[in-house]
């Protein structure tokens, strides 16, 4: 548990303390913002499409020589990015620092999961999301201080230290099973999957950057969706393919993941809507914000090994229906946010989305693993990571254009407002209208969780049943 709780920590602690130095990379390297920011595009690009790949080798393979090569790769990256000479060096140093990234990241839950029997399963895997709480939330205060004191290579720097106790963990703690049977890597499976995230995702940055429906922009899409397509053929048509398809027909492994989807792609989308509420219609200073944002992932970190608990002991489903309830009341406490709005109200209202997705996350992914077969762990904790990736990256895109959209309507539109107030009365109308969106997608997930826990009870009483 702990070479796996070093190994999420790193990784996430370094994928939120690259924020605070871009505007300190800007001036550095007397680059633009456009430019800059592929510094983090390179790093998220890169993890996402190879998270699944890693998995699929670490089941043929076996986990710890890949996931302690993972910890080599990431700190040798670290050492590389802090002496870039140009920034285009160091996007590609911080491409080699995701390659190990997705090494450690793809197989922690995994690794897990075989250690732990199933009555503590949920409280590892809680434990493990409190780390990645734990690294959100203290990443861009390390970095700011790093910054103010030395300079900005050493956010990369402090990882050497970290990631060479992390190496001597894994070697000296994590076992090292040996998968049974000679296994083949899908290549074309891989290719063709690498193609259809890497369109999808640019297509989604150049999305926000410019329009999602900017020639460009459809045309990611369209071979997005046909290289995906390929791909589904291919696992079909294969021996060996990067994942069975027939993990999907259990129903509530594939209701698990529906579900997962959802709340990452309202909570990234809630949570970058956010800055601009605070900043621009209740006037606080960036500090301010980024404690205030602080909410969510400390509720998170602190409930997610209690969820974990309670739903070894009482069921995964039951616990996870539970955080979407708590979800969907902060949901709908934040659709009523006004120009008003004290700090004690904020966080009142705030509170019990960090809440909710720390009780929903540590049984839903103990579901998932739990489903899973012991030699598909490796490829099933990529897609845990993938889709986690993927619904925060669309989740980021949709709602920030509905926002934007909204507040054009409203801007248009014959409502009283005028004034130095204008502005921000449209924003928070937008704002209004966006997160009741968020609602209903979070009543889905319910609805749907509802009914995996439906299926789940029948399943238990039909066995029950079963004359032995």
């Known amino acids: 548990m702990a070479a796996v709780a070093m190994g999420i920590f790193l990784a996430t602690i370094d994928s939120s303390i690259i924020n605070v130095a871009l505007p300190t990379l800007v001036r550095q390297y007397k680059t633009d913002f456009a430019t800059v920011q592929w510094v983090i595009l390179a790093y998220l690009l890169t993890l996402a499409t190879l998270l699944l ?17 993972g910890f080599f790769v990431f700190t040798a990256g670290s050492i590389l990015c802090g002496f870039a000479p140009t920034i285009y060096w160091l996007i590609f140093f911080r491409i080699v620092q995701a390659v190990g990234a997705t090494m450690i990241l793809a197989l922690g839950m995994a690794i897990v999961t075989e250690a732990f029997p199933a009555s503590e399963r949920g409280k590892a895997l809680g434990f493990t999301g409190s780390m990645v709480s734990i690294g959100i939330v203290i990443g861009p205060t390390i970095g700011g201080i790093i910054i103010d004191a030395l300079s900005w290579n050493w956010i990369f720097f402090v990882n050497i230290p970290v990631g060479i106790i992390g190496i001597w963990m894994v070697v000296k703690f994590v076992p090292n099973l040996k998968p049974i049977g000679k296994q083949r890597f899908d290549v074309p499976g891989a290719v063709f999957l690498f193609i259809s995230l890497l369109s999808l995702l640019i297509g989604l940055t150049l999305g926000q950057q410019q329009s999602f429906i900017e020639f460009r922009v459809l045309i990611l899409f369209f071979i997005s969706i046909i290289f995906f397509g390929i791909f589904i053929w291919q696992e079909f048509h294969t021996d060996q393919p990067m994942i069975d ?19 990452f792609f309202t909570i990234a989308g809630t949570i970058i809507l956010m800055p601009f509420y605070l900043e621009n219609n209740l006037g606080y200073g960036t500090r301010q914000v980024g404690l205030m944002l602080a909410v969510v992932p400390i509720a998170m970190g602190v409930v997610s090994p209690i969820s974990g608990s309670l739903s070894d002991r009482f069921g995964s489903r039951v616990i996870a229906v539970l955080g979407l309830i708590i979800l969907l009341v902060g949901y709908y406490a934040i659709s009523q946010l006004k120009l008003t709005t004290t700090m004690l109200e904020y966080i009142l209202r705030f509170l019990p989305i960090g809440l909710g997705m720390g009780v929903f996350q540590s049984p839903n992914n103990s579901t998932i693993m739990g489903h899973a077969p012991r030699n598909q762990l490796g ?27 909204r507040i054009i309507f409203y801007s248009n539109s014959s409502i009283n407002a005028s004034g130095t107030n204008a502005v921000s009365i449209y924003q928070v109308l937008a704002l209004h209208d966006t997160f009741i969106i968020v609602f209903f997608i979070i009543l889905v997930a319910l609805v749907l969780s509802i009914w995996g826990l439906l299926i789940e009870r029948n399943l238990q009483t039909y066995k029950k049943n079963i004359p032995l």
């Open 379 to 405: 490829v099933v904790s990529g897609m845990l990571a993938i889709n986690r990736t993927i619904g925060q990256t669309i989740g980021i895109a949709i709602l920030g254009a509905l926002w934007a959209s």
């Open 245 to 263: 398809l027939d993990l999907f027909k259990n129903k509530i492994f594939s209701i698990s993941l529906a579900t997962g989807f959802l709340t």
């Open 53 to 69: 790949s890693v998995g699929r080798l670490a089941d043929m393979r076996g986990k710890k020589p890949i996931y302690g090569t």
